[in-house]
Nanobody
């Protein structure tokens, strides 16, 4: 059973940066796509970014293009989300997920982390 554990969330001022990490325990990510989703307060979970197993395909939500970068390190069995130029509207709980393809839908992933809170102050 794969367990995904996110870290790196916190409170940051608008315009600042944060780097989220996702560690996979009990399983490997090298043959899988990884993704980040987020759930703002009172809203549904939404897609943020995804990367294919081979690293050659990435997808980003329009709202984060040019500001966020997704990556995965197969040797360390981790995924990351570098978030720059943060805005108040980026405030949410961020979740990492593992699946067979870099889908933009939550239905495309079978393992999820517990989430990490990111709060951006205006």
């Amino acid at each position: 059973q794969v367990q995904l554990v996110e870290s790196g969330g916190g409170l940051v001022q608008a315009g600042g940066s944060l780097r989220l990490s996702c560690a996979a325990n009990g399983g490997f990510i090298s043959a899988y796509a990884m993704a980040w989703f987020r759930q703002p307060p009172g809203e549904e979970r939404e897609f943020v970014a995804a990367i294919s197993w081979s690293h050659d395909t990435t997808h980003y939500a329009d709202s984060v293009k040019g500001r966020f970068v997704i990556s995965k390190d197969d040797h360390r069995n981790t995924a990351a989300l570098q978030m720059n130029s943060l805005k108040a509207e980026d405030t949410a709980v961020y979740y990492c997920a593992r699946g067979p393809t870099p889908s933009t839908s939550t239905r495309g992933y079978d393992y999820w982390g517990q989430g990490t809170q990111v709060t951006v102050s205006a």
